[in-house]
């Protein structure tokens, strides 16, 4: 075969291989946290999907847990910025590929593969774009941050290959190693941490229970507004979203009068609940809110 019909063969076979989105889907959360798509800011709510092209913008005191479909999962801490560039499964002849890529514009993040069950087996091919640093990861465990003074990642188990500007591509696979890189300035060689420099990283990336955590299932609602007025409903509905908190309205019937209920779901129990209830009305987004068991 000529080479020219090798290339193109290849070319053809590659475009006949199957690509299939791969879900990525908010498992839990703290509020608020918004996405941007497009020229629209959403708040986000457990359950919610993200498609490429989106950026995730959590809050204060925010974080968000974001489960690939094969399983992995991605923590986003307080005060992160997290764009979807690509995510999608490629079926080539040795099998099942994750190929995914995504930004970390700033803040703390970690990704782990296979954290939850996984619903399809798969190798990876994932890049993480983290400030001025590029991670090529192949199925492992990281924890990065990227701030305007640096950007750094720590490898905790598997293998990545790390790059930055003007610096030759380097391979990492001794755990606890860690890639730093100054604001302007070179990246500094690779070092060793420990468990303690680790553990004290990682609760950054961990839900706060304290501020109250949203899941799928969660069946505790926090009531904000009761509205007798139909006309102040979309207004109130907007003041909170616009602030990163997915409310729902619902109308109930309190003694023959229909009042329309602005309410947070899904809050995990009902200790998480009356967190969330202290800090919204310690962040003066409501003077008072009360608890109602949702169905």
């Known amino acids: ?20 989105f791969a879900a990525i889907t908010v498992d839990s959360m703290n509020y608020p ?21 989106d950026v995730v913008q959590t809050g ?14 991605i923590k986003l801490g307080q005060g992160a910025r997290f764009a979807v560039d690509r995510a999608q499964f490629n079926e080539e002849s040795g099998g099942t590929v994750l190929d995914a890529a995504f930004n970390v514009l700033k803040g703390a993040f970690r990704f782990t593969s296979n954290f939850f069950s996984a619903a399809r087996e798969a190798r990876h ?16 465990d990281i924890w990065g941050l990227s701030s305007d003074d640096e950007d750094f ?10 790059a930055s500007a003007n610096q030759a591509p380097q391979t990492i696979d001794q755990p606890l190693s860690l890639y730093r ?3 302007g300035k070179p990246a500094d060689p690779v070092t060793q941490v420990d468990m303690a420099t680790v553990e004290a990283l990682a609760p950054q990336t961990e839900l ?3 501020v109250g955590v949203a899941d799928t299932v969660g069946n505790y609602g926090l009531v904000l507004e009761s509205l007798s007025d139909p006309g102040n409903v979309d207004a109130a509905l907007a003041r909170y979203r616009d602030a990163g908190y997915a409310v729902r309205a619902r109308i109930v019937d309190v003694n023959g009068r229909a009042y329309t209920r602005i309410q947070l779901e899904g809050l995990v129990h009902l200790e998480s609940a009356n967190n969330l209830r202290g800090a919204l009305i310690e962040d003066g987004i409501v003077d008072d809110a009360w608890i109602n068991p949702v169905n």
């Open 1 to 20: 075969m000529k080479p020219l019909t090798r290339v193109m063969s290849a070319l053809l076979l590659t475009l006949c291989m199957p690509v299939a």
């Open 33 to 53: 946290a918004w996405v941007e798509r497009g020229s629209a800011n959403l708040p986000l709510a457990p359950g919610d999907r993200l498609r490429p092209g």
């Open 60 to 73: 204060a005191r925010g974080r968000v847990w974001l489960e690939i479909e094969d399983g992995s999962v």
């Open 125 to 140: 091919e994932v890049d993480f774009q983290v400030g001025a640093v590029t991670i090529g990861v192949r199925g492992t």
């Open 153 to 162: 990642v720590a490898l905790l188990e598997g293998s990545i290959e790390v």
């Open 181 to 183: 890189k100054a604001a």
């Open 208 to 210: 706060d229970a304290s």
